[in-house]
């Protein structure tokens, strides 16, 4: 039996006002209507819901029981919609975003801190992994967005959006900034100790790859974890640290780094803002996305 879900609201409304035309006043509606309405819902369930007297009308047996369940189906989808409508208006809701750390640390951050000063109400969960964990989290449904280095190795799934172009390089300390004096070629590189990110790592793998198409093989002196621990081991003079430009800038800027030349030109790349294809972003993350893509729309050069 399927009855209309403004009948039972109608029936709450007489029901705390015992008379019709005060509900009929609370729903902005006419008197007629409310009797209407009463009268179907009373011939649908097959049983009297309220009877008249002098001062209006009082809830019968059946109504009572019929009341106190429906006054609490009433208020909690009430309850549902008025969320909704706070989650749309981005007064209500969460994020969840994946990050690498290339990402956090490159792209993500401002946009963060801007969408939470404009949204204070919005909650913002981050997960951080390296790339390939972090599409395995977001076919999982456990993130709706996230930030990556591409390429993907399974894009079959997703739906990419390049957001910033990054390019690799080779950076060095003190110790060896007189390398950055001449052009040297990438299998000199063979002679020093060089620093790289864990194998697991996208850009590692790029890197790796790049090398192998120019018949190059490095053997790291050091693997580490984060781009930061690559430059400050750089620094010191512990090898050469394979990275990304736009990490070391600052450090470049300063001379605390020297950036290496070669014949060969190393690869660029691009960070991404990737979620599953065909599943739909909630509103407060569909928001987020297109605060970022409104702005790399105006600055971002593939």
Known sequence: MSINLELYRFFCEVAKHGNFTKAADKLCVTQSAVSQAIMQLEDRLGCKLFDRNTRGV???TEGEVLYAYADNAVSLIKNAQDKIAN????????????????????FLLPFLDKFNSTHPEIRISVVNRTSRELVKVLKNGAIEIAFINLPVEDETMLEITPVMQIQDCFVAGAKYAYLADSVMRLRDLQKYPILMLEQNSTSRKQ???FLSGNDIE?????????????????KIGLGIAATIKEDVQSMLDRRELYELRFLETLSKRNIGLVQLKNVSLSFASEAFKKSITEVIGKDYIS
């Not at 994020?95 to 690498?100: F, R, V």
């Not at 053997?219 to 081991?233: M, Q, R």
């Open 58 to 60: 009082q809830l019968t």
């Open 87 to 106: 989650m749309k208006n981005l007064r209500d809701g969460e994020i969840k975003i994946g990050a690498s750390d290339t990402a956090c640390s490159l």
């Open 207 to 209: 890197m790796d790859m």
């Open 218 to 234: 490095i053997k790291p002196a050091i693997e580490l974890e984060s781009l930061t621990l690559l430059s400050e081991f750089a």
